[in-house]
């Protein structure tokens, strides 16, 4: 509570928020609380905000399933819970954005999940402010090297993004440069998405925008189902 009512106190921080500027409102938050000497408290709330309360932690929900239905050798992935794995039994291996092992797993046909943003598993590392990214472009570099070669070479399936996410600009940015790409790649997202985001989208980062109904995270849902109904049946013997 002292913590939010800090926030509250300082004007930048919603400011920040307001304009949309989050790497900014992540990089003030965390230097308040370290100023406050709260940084363990911090990294205890975002733990808290992603996870839920032990021993009551979030548990996947039927798009998980859906997400694994699909059955994805690799998926490269900015959130820092550990939903996923939960929901898949532990059927991939993770791995972290400082790994050097990531090319290597991939060629032994192993499953993965590849934290390019971090985890709660080593929550102070987590990457949230534009320090951070800075980071990852150094001891990523491996990760998002194996990323740039999967999105030269394979289709991919963004879930759960938008232009607007500083997640996606950045990445995005790190491995195609913003260059001209042929549509090679997919984004299911809703369909309030303006259409000058979707001519970025597909014009710089050669992804196409595959939307269901704004709200209506039922149609979304179901979409998935239907495209991991033909997955499922394709790779069904004959």
């Known amino acids: 509570m002292a913590a939010k009512m800090a926030v509250d106190s ?5 400011q920040l928020i307001e304009e949309r500027r989050l790497l900014d409102a992540a990089s003030l938050l965390k ?3 370290k100023k406050a000497s709260m940084e363990q408290d911090f990294f205890a709330g975002v733990r808290e905000a992603v996870e839920g309360k032990v021993p009551n932690l979030y548990q996947g929900s039927a798009w998980h399933e859906a997400i694994l239905r699909l059955d994805p050798d690799v998926i490269y992935t ?6 996923l794995e939960r929901a898949s039994k532990d059927g991939f291996d993770t791995h972290l954005f400082e ?3 990531v090319g ?3 060629r032994r046909k192993s499953a993965i999940i590849v934290k390019i943003h971090g985890s709660v598993s080593h929550i102070e590392d987590i990457v949230l402010t534009r320090q951070d990214f800075a980071r990852v472009r150094v001891a990523g570099s491996h990760a998002l090297e194996v990323l740039r070669a999967l999105l030269t070479t394979r289709c991919a399936l963004l879930l759960g993004y938008s232009l607007g996410d500083p997640d996606i600009q950045l990445l995005f940015e790190n491995v195609l440069d913003g260059r001209a790409e042929a549509p090679a790649h997919y984004m299911y997202t809703e369909d309030s998405l303006p259409e000058y985001e979707r001519e970025i989208l597909r014009d710089n980062y050669g992804i196409v925008p595959i939307t269901y109904a704004a709200g209506r995270y039922d149609l979304g849902l179901a979409g998935l189902e239907e495209l991991a109904d033909q997955v499922e049946a394709f790779k069904a013997p004959i």
Do not use: G, Y
Not at 78 to 83: E, G, L, M, V, W
């Open 10 to 14: 300082v004007p930048e921080f919603q």
């Open 31 to 33: 230097w308040l609380a």
């Open 78 to 83: 900015t959130n820092f819970d550990q939903i």
């Open 99 to 101: 790994s050097k092992h």
């Open 104 to 106: 290597r797993e991939l």
